[in-house]
């Protein structure tokens, strides 16, 4: 059975930080990416960012670039997002996904996840 449980939201303020870790289990992890997805209050769901754990080519969404990474611990199954300089409209329920690149010529993009994780949510105050 897949299984994607995601750790470490919580309350931070505006330019603050956060981690979030996502520990996969119940898949072979170096052949799949992993990575995130969140959906704020009224909004639709969207692509956070997504790193493949077998050829390490990364996506992320315009609005995270530069603040935002992603990265892979294959020895731990574990995927982690750091969160620099959040800004209130980051807040937002996170789930962890099991997520597939497209990468382009110019660009890359996200398929539909395959496999959901619980969400954990982030609030960021201002």
């Known amino acids: 059975e897949v299984q994607l449980q995601a750790f470490g939201g919580g309350l931070v303020q505006a330019v603050g930080s956060l981690r979030l870790s996502c520990a996969a289990s119940?898949?072979?992890?170096?052949?799949?990416?992993v990575g995130w997805f969140r959906q704020a209050p009224g909004k639709d769901i969207e692509g956070v960012s997504c790193v493949s754990n077998t050829f390490g080519e990364t996506y992320y969404a315009d609005s995270v670039k530069g603040r935002f990474t992603i990265s892979s611990d294959n020895a731990k199954n574990t995927v982690y997002l750091q969160m620099n300089s959040l800004k209130p409209e980051d807040t937002a329920v996170y789930y962890c996904?099991?997520?597939?690149?497209?990468?382009?010529?110019?660009?890359?993009?996200?398929?539909?996840?395959?496999?959901w994780g619980q969400g954990t949510e982030v609030t960021v105050s201002s």
């Open positions: 119940g898949f072979t992890f170096e052949d799949y990416a």
């Open positions: 996904a099991r997520c597939q690149i497209i990468v382009l010529v110019s660009d890359t993009r996200l398929r539909p996840p395959d496999a």
